[in-house]
């Protein structure tokens, strides 16, 4: 279960692991998935054991998640939110079954932002498996207190068919610097912004603002109050990412907080060199110097020492582009991270 299938990175995992199901069907399971609507639902593969749920009327989806775990007798809850969390437990409640629960970790929770203790308690007394995906995340559940054996890292997976390896042309007229995400306060954007303002002279530099969200209204008017409307450039949702980085020179990651970016990888898969700020669990991906750099403060005088080197060094762009492929392949495929996520499934 997930909350709504807009485009974010808890809800292309989610459409992940739907469509790698159907692959990777067991004879002894039978999988049923949930969400509310949103641009995503046209990745859902096997609607028929999709339920509909609504965005606001939460008893009213525990009340019919209730009616589908009783009719097709499912045994474990996979949540991919607290929110969901929540719902799991009000479903054991009511049905009174011995429901099983894995909840799936992508973010920093609103729980933890106030008492880490509380949420270790939930974990531990109400949730059998937590799935984090990053190392630095399993770390930090760790020293809040949840147990150890409850815990598992596995690693977010890029489709390599959906995100193929497209060798980057050098010597291009214009350079192409691009982030994408939700626009969001702890996406940072403002720090895109500031970079591209301090770049704003260099000829033949433009840079691509993808997504949508709560602060597309303001960024639009830092990009106007510091005079970039040449430079800079807001694109709206974006449903397909791939594209959008494909025809990007370098992807930029400027996030307050990040547990494990999907972003990184996909870019990474297609041979989009990317450069990020070293937060959460990014180093896990991102191998700084051979795969990417990662900038270790919010300066934006660090992030355009590394754009300018990347523009001007052929060598390093395409020497990223194909170590980030190769790493990809090696460690963040969406079926190795279906194949595991089953595995949970069975020590239930």
Known sequence: MTDKLIMGGAEVYFCKLENLYDQEIRKDLSFFTAAADGELFEKIKNRDNFILLTRKQHLFNILKLCREVKRHEIDVVHANSLRMVFYAIGIKMMTRKKLKIIYTKHNITFIEKHSQKLLAKLLNSSVDRTITVSDHERKSLLQMGVEPSKVTTIHNGVDLNHFPYQKKVCNKTVFHIGILGRLSEEKNHKLFIEIAKSLKKVPNLKFYIAGDGPEFGRIEDMIKHHDLTNNVKMLGAVLTPEKFITDMDVLLLTSHREVFPMVLLEAMAIGTPVISIDTGGVSEAVDNNKTGFLVSSYSV????????????????????????????????????????????????
């Open 301 to 348: 005088d660090a992030f355009v020492n590394k754009i300018m080197e990347m523009k001007s060094n052929d060598q390093i762009r395409s020497s990223f582009s194909e170590n980030g492929r190769h790493r990809v392949e090696r460690f963040f495929t969406s079926e190795n991270m279906t194949k595991l996520t089953l595995g949970e499934y069975s020590k239930l």
